[in-house]
């Protein structure tokens, strides 16, 4: 291996994260389609029995907090990326969130893939045009605590995303 590291400058190591940032931009966008994609596979195979009365989220339930979910974490990556937002108050966006769905629930399961699906290309499209300098703009969430634009639609919107395909997945009739 040629060693190449002694003769970095702050230009080559600025470029190399922009190269990676780039690559991970494209990646998330990857996910994100890929993710929208599943989502609609699953409900139209069918969620899953409506609630029982048990506290325990049924697949209807799921579905209205990722419809909360995709339109709060994408529009959130897309303020913060763009400048618009350089603090938020998550922990209250957190207990909103609940009044939300609950409103959402409401809403047919095809209302709320349709929802979703809008709000994940909406996202997508902002990827696609964001440089490094967008993916790397901080918002404070709370005292101490930021996360970048890049940060957001990595962990709020396709993990988060991602951990609720798989709930989904676990509340389908056997």
């Not at 209302?111 to 967008?134: K, N, W």
């Amino acid at each position: 291996m040629r060693v190449e590291s002694p003769a970095f400058t702050e230009r080559e190591m600025r470029g190399f994260l922009d190269e990676v940032t780039d690559h991970e931009r494209r990646r998330l966008i990857e996910r994100l389609q890929a993710a929208s994609a599943g989502l609609a596979d699953q409900v139209k195979a069918g969620l899953g029995p409506q609630a029982n009365g048990d506290q325990a989220w049924n697949g209807h339930d799921v579905l209205a907090h990722i419809a909360v979910l995709s339109k709060f974490y994408g529009m959130l990556t897309y303020q913060v990326g763009s400048g618009k937002l350089t603090e938020v108050e998550l922990l209250q966006h957190v207990r909103a969130r609940d009044v939300a769905g609950e409103q959402l629930s409401a809403l047919s399961d095809g209302e709320l893939l349709a929802m979703a699906q809008r709000d994940h290309q909406r996202t997508i499209d902002f990827l696609r045009s964001a440089d490094g300098a967008a993916m790397h703009r901080r918002a404070e969430l709370y005292e101490g605590f930021s996360l970048s634009a890049l940060e957001l639609a990595q962990l709020g919107l396709c993990s988060h995303l991602e951990i609720h395909l798989a709930q989904l997945q676990r509340t389908r009739r056997p």
